[in-house]
T-cell receptor, first 114, second 118 residues
């Protein structure tokens, strides 16, 4: 069965620290890859996506992610976090099993200390 | 367009009762998804529709759960004979992707309907 694994459930950083959140998926076919973010009190929203082409993708608020096909990974990075990045981050993969089903990881809760 | 709308936002019910949640997707979106989320977990896929057709249903979903999207617009998720284990946030999301088209299936989520079963 398809699955998504996020390596860290809770991360605490100070402002200006660098961030990397790990994500691995298990599926042998073509995938779309996503990071969604949920800020406190808000809906889940798209942070960035990979469909094809350049495996290094850039999203909103200075986030980027790199797709490494050989490692089935799609890690999220940000060089310098801000207090406003405090949120829960979900890695997701869309698999084509006759339809388009999106599967989510368990999430990583990030807290940035001011 | 006001995005994806879900009602009610909160529902408290007694075990054994039936509950129904409604989702109004973005009007031009042809795909609609239902997810369930519990504390500390990511959204768990339940089912999805392309227009009015229910294309996939999670094997984790018991027969007590049923979803409809009668005219390819709004959708309802009904839970019959609720159990305490059904307590969760039920999320609806919609997207637009033509069948056979290439492209990223970006989901737009609603605020969710929180169910508490006593």
């Amino acid at each position: 069965a398809q699955s998504v694994s996020q390596h860290n459930h809770h991360v605490i950083l100070s402002e200006a620290a660098s961030l990397e959140l790990g994500c691995n998926y298990s599926y042998g076919g073509t995938v779309n890859l996503f990071w969604y973010v949920q800020y406190p009190g808000q809906h889940l929203q798209l942070l960035l996506k990979y469909f094809s082409g350049d495996p290094l993708v850039k999203g909103i608020k200075g986030f980027e992610a790199e797709f490494i096909k050989s490692k089935f990974s799609f890690n999220l990075r940000k060089p310098s976090v801000q207090w406003s990045d405090t949120a829960e981050y979900f890695c997701a993969v869309t698999v084509n099993t006759g339809g388009f089903k999106t599967i989510f990881g368990a999430g990583t809760r990030l807290f940035v200390k001011a | 367009d006001t995005g994806v709308s879900q009602n009610p936002r909160h529902k408290i019910t007694k075990r054994g009762q039936n509950v129904t949640f409604r989702c109004d997707p973005i009007s031009e979106h042809n795909r609609l998804y239902w997810y369930r989320q519990t504390l500390g977990q990511g959204p768990e896929f339940l089912t999805y529709f392309q227009n009015e057709a229910q294309l996939e249903k999670s094997r984790l979903l018991s027969d007590r759960f049923s979803a409809e999207r009668p005219k390819g617009s709004f959708s309802t998720l009904e839970i019959q004979r609720t159990e305490q284990g059904d307590s969760a946030m039920y999320l609806c999301a919609s997207s637009f992707l033509r069948q056979g088209a290439l492209g990223a299936n970006v989901l737009t989520f609603g605020a969710g309907s929180r169910l508490t079963v006593l």
